[in-house]
């Protein structure tokens, strides 16, 4: 049963058990009709040329439609992002978000 066989490799990590080098860093390997792949955790995405999963860097304009952070500087993490709020400003109460002071 396919449903069975999707499971049955979901989740391994090991190169050797994904046949994937490294193994997929920062994701998680599942098996497709074409071989393995990689299903990146939130935060990454697939680089193909080296089949690992690389950090959005969610800061850079092109990632994102909107600038991810409001009156703030935008500082890219590993796996995530945050907004460190310009001088004069404080985090408001909505997320990334910063307001006069
Ligand atoms: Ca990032």
Redesign the pocket.
């Given at each position: 049963m396919n449903l069975w066989r999707y499971e049955s490799y979901a989740g391994l990590s090991a190169a050797e058990d994904c046949g994937i080098l490294h193994g997929c860093e920062n994701g998680r390997c599942i098996r497709v009709a074409e071989g393995y792949t990689c299903d990146c955790y939130q935060?990454?995405e697939l680089d193909m040329t080296s089949m690992t999963c690389i950090?959005?860097?969610?800061?850079e304009d092109d990632v994102s439609v909107e600038f991810p952070c409001a009156n703030a500087r935008c500082v890219?993490?590993?796996?995530?992002?945050r907004c460190v709020c310009r001088r004069g400003y404080i985090m408001s109460r909505r997320p990334n978000h910063c307001v006069a002071a």
């Amino acid at each position: 049963m396919n449903l069975w066989r999707y499971e049955s490799y979901a989740g391994l990590s090991a190169a050797e058990d994904c046949g994937i080098l490294h193994g997929c860093e920062n994701g998680r390997c599942i098996r497709v009709a074409e071989g393995y792949t990689c299903d990146c955790y939130q935060g990454y995405e697939l680089d193909m040329t080296s089949m690992t999963c690389i950090d959005i860097n969610e800061c850079e304009d092109d990632v994102s439609v909107e600038f991810p952070c409001a009156n703030a500087r935008c500082v890219n993490t590993e796996g995530s992002f945050r907004c460190v709020c310009r001088r004069g400003y404080i985090m408001s109460r909505r997320p990334n978000h910063c307001v006069a002071a």
